[in-house]
C-alpha cells in the first residue's frame, strides 16, 4: 500500500489570465507563475496561440521567479513569472484563446493557460439597467403619478480620456415628461473619468409606454467615438 499525492511536473498557479475592459489605444500586462516540482532548471522552449487575429497583438515573455513568489509555493524547486502583454490596436470585443507552453519539464502534455477577456470602447454607459453592448437604459415599469429618476454614468478611459469632454446634443422626444442632465466629470480613480447622466420622468407624466426606446444623444471630443446615442426604455402606466 503506497500513499502520497500526485504532484504535477509543472503548473500555473491558475488556468487563466484575463483582462478586463482594455482600451484599443492602450498596452496592458498581466501576470502569472509558473512552478516547477521535479527540477529548479525550468525553461519554456516555444508557445504557441493559434489565433492570428490576436496573436499578432500579444507578447508572452518570461523570467525567473523571485525567491518571495517562489516561496509561495511550498513544494516547487524552480519556476518562471510569465508576464502576457497586449499590444495597443487589438479590435473591440470578447476573447478567448488557450496559450500552449512547451516546456523542457513538460515534453509530451504541454501547459496550457487561456488568455481571456475584453477590448471595449474608451467611451461606455455603465450603471443601473444599463445594457452596455446595446447602448441602452431600462427603466422599468413604474406608475406614472411617482415618475422615474435614475442616475447613470458615461465613463471615459484610455489614454485620451483627460483631453475628452462629453457634451449632451439632445434627447428625443424634446418633452418636458423625459429630462436628461449632464453633471460634472467626476476623477474618482486614476484610470477613469465618469460623467454622470440623470434621467428623469417626472412625478404626473402621462402614462406612456416607450419600448420603443427614447433617445439620448450625446457628443465627444474622442479622437474614435465622436457621438453616442443612447436608448431609454420604460414603461409609465396608469
Do not use: C, W
Request: proline share 8%.
Amino acid at each position: 500500500y503506497i500513499s502520497g499525492r500526485v504532484i504535477d511536473t509543472v503548473r500555473a498557479e491558475r488556468s487563466d489570465v484575463h483582462f478586463h475592459d482594455l482600451s484599443t489605444n492602450e498596452a496592458a500586462t498581466a501576470s502569472l507563475n509558473l512552478y516547477a516540482y521535479r527540477d529548479a532548471d525550468l525553461q519554456v522552449h516555444k508557445y504557441e496561440l493559434n489565433n492570428p487575429a490576436l496573436s499578432k497583438f500579444v507578447e508572452v515573455s518570461f523570467a525567473p521567479l523571485e525567491p518571495a513568489d517562489l516561496a509561495r509555493e511550498p513544494n516547487a524547486k524552480g519556476g518562471l513569472k510569465m508576464t502576457v502583454r497586449i499590444k495597443p490596436g487589438l479590435p473591440l470585443g470578447d476573447f478567448n484563446e488557450p496559450l500552449v507552453l512547451h516546456t523542457n519539464q513538460s515534453s509530451e502534455t504541454p501547459l496550457t493557460v487561456r488568455l481571456i477577456g475584453n477590448v471595449a470602447s474608451d467611451v461606455l454607459v455603465m450603471g443601473p439597467g444599463v445594457v452596455r453592448e446595446r447602448m441602452l437604459v431600462n427603466l422599468g415599469t413604474f406608475p406614472h403619478k411617482e415618475g422615474k429618476k435614475q442616475t447613470i454614468y458615461v465613463l471615459l478611459k484610455g489614454p485620451y480620456r483627460e483631453q475628452t469632454t462629453v457634451q449632451l446634443a439632445g434627447v428625443e422626444p424634446v418633452s418636458s415628461d423625459f429630462r436628461v442632465t449632464l453633471g460634472e466629470p467626476l476623477h474618482d480613480t486614476p484610470k477613469t473619468i465618469r460623467y454622470p447622466l440623470t434621467i428623469e420622468i417626472p412625478p404626473g407624466a402621462p402614462p406612456v409606454s416607450r419600448l420603443d426606446a427614447a433617445k439620448i444623444h450625446l457628443t465627444t471630443t474622442h479622437p474614435d467615438v465622436k457621438e453616442l446615442t443612447i436608448r431609454v426604455r420604460y414603461v409609465a402606466k396608469e
